[in-house]
């Protein structure tokens, strides 16, 4: 079955700790995402890629950072320069970055603080 | 700025009654409208989207929404509710801007069903 895969689904940090959120697609698409969701507040844009090698700050960056040396993983650090991490992480993908291009999500990995 | 309004954070609603979860949007531009639903600790699934042509959309689980381009609003409905409706509903705008097209999300509205 074709789709996106995020692992681990619990994740715990330690203070001062890095932590990487693993994202693996097998649908062929170009386009992925981060999001941040914190309750009431929706989803919130982390980092893009478009295509492979590039990648571009969304719109709360801040103490995080990405990778995409392969077309289906776009795995996603949590730095210790984010002060408030507790929250739920959410990848997507979509074949483009086109208008009409529908993002699909994956399952999301849930960070915790210690 | 493009922004989208969810006024409703939570609706709770008895099975079988009809639903409206409202969505205004704010955008000089076309937009592109998209409805995800999101069941506990899951992440978000599409449920139904405008793109063009007629204004009323429908999803294959009996949810419809209408773009209603002078009010900006594309709220959902459902004429009979169940039990598994219940999840957190997202309505989101697609932009245009540089170079990137950001889907920008609502806060959500909880739709609790109960029996």
């Known amino acids: 079955d074709g789709g996106i895969t995020q692992s681990p689904k619990y994740l715990f940090r330690k203070e001062g700790q890095n932590v990487t959120l693993s994202c693996e697609q097998n649908?062929?698409?170009?386009?992925m995402y981060w999001y941040r969701q914190d309750p009431g507040q929706g989803l919130r844009l982390i980092y893009y890629?478009?295509?492979?090698?590039?990648?571009q700050k969304g719109d709360i960056a801040e103490g995080y950072s990405v990778s995409r040396e392969k077309k289906e993983s776009f795995p996603l650090t949590v730095t210790s320069a984010q002060k408030n991490p507790t929250a739920f992480y959410l990848c997507?993908?979509?074949?483009?970055?086109?208008?009409?291009?529908?993002?699909?999500f994956g399952p999301g990995t849930r960070l915790l603080v210690l | 700025a493009q922004s989208v309004t969810q006024l409703d954070s939570q609706v709770p609603v008895f099975e079988e009654a009809p639903v409206e979860l409202r969505c205004n949007y704010s955008?000089?531009?076309?937009?592109?409208l998209f409805w995800y639903v999101q069941y506990p600790n899951q992440g978000l699934q599409l449920l139904l989207k405008?793109?063009?042509?007629?204004?009323l959309v429908e999803s294959i689980n009996g949810f419809e929404a209408e773009f209603n381009k002078s009010q900006t609003s594309f709220h959902l409905r459902k004429p009979s509710v169940h039990i598994s409706d219940t999840a957190e509903y997202f309505c989101?705008?697609?932009?245009?801007?540089?170079?990137?097209?950001?889907?920008?999300f609502g806060t959500g509205t909880l739709l609790a069903v109960q029996p």
């Open positions: 955008s000089s531009v076309s937009v592109y």
């Open positions: 997507a993908s979509s074949s483009s970055q086109g208008l009409q291009e529908t993002q699909y």
């Open positions: 989101a705008v697609r932009v245009y801007g540089g170079a990137t097209n950001k889907l920008i």
């Open positions: 649908l062929n698409h170009d386009a």
């Open positions: 405008y793109l063009s042509g007629s204004t």
């Open positions: 890629s478009q295509i492979v090698n590039d990648f």
